[in-house]
């Protein structure tokens, strides 16, 4: 387990993650990272911009035909 403490960076709060840590996420300065609330707390990973244009589409699809997919629920 690893303790982070928060800390002031400029007008905001934050953390400072270990080297470690952003090799493990394979990450470094100015990357983007994707936060997802899980129900063991939150996750941390890096941006995949590949799956989120995958994810929107699913979302616009879900809305177009959230009708047909309801009926196919019951």
Do not use: C, Q, W
């Amino acid at each position: 387990m690893l303790k982070l403490k928060i800390t002031t960076v400029g007008n905001s709060v934050g953390v400072v993650l270990p080297k470690e840590v952003l090799a493990h996420l394979k990450v470094d300065k100015g990357d983007t990272l994707t936060v997802l609330e899980t129900a063991n707390g939150v996750e941390l990973s890096a941006y995949d911009a590949e799956f989120e244009e995958a994810m929107e589409a699913g979302r616009k699809g879900m809305r177009k035909y959230r009708n047909a997919l309801r009926e196919l629920a019951k």
